[in-house]
């Protein structure tokens, strides 16, 4: 696995753990471990086959991202991007790839961190 993918990884993380106030774990899908997962088995690696196969991990991965987005949009200091928010829901149904995952999740965490009270 890159560098690049741990570190896009680790951006999806931030988003969870962002939306969900929450420390890193599997509550939530808040690890880096399921976007680089799905990650490695798009580029024909068989990192984590036990886990099931890559459509079932998108789908995981793809769920955790909606309900991270869903969550911005009920949290007071996000609420106001509610329009935003649910625009990158909307995109999300038609992702098939993790780059375009990750081409959400990195404009949904460049937000977050804009609207984070400093």
Known sequence: MSVNNYTE???YEMLIRN???CQRGTRNGA???YMKNVMTMENGETFAKNLGSYEKQFEKV???IS???LKLTKTKQYSKEVVFFNNLIE???YSSSTNSLME???IALEKV???KPK
Do not use: H, P, Q, R
């Open 9 to 11: 990884a680790m951006n």
């Open 19 to 21: 939306a969900f106030n």
């Open 31 to 33: 690890d880096l471990c």
């Open 62 to 64: 793809k769920i955790y």
């Open 67 to 69: 309900k991270a987005l």
């Open 91 to 93: 995109k999300l149904d």
């Open 104 to 106: 959400i999740v990195n």
């Open 113 to 115: 961190i804009e609207l």
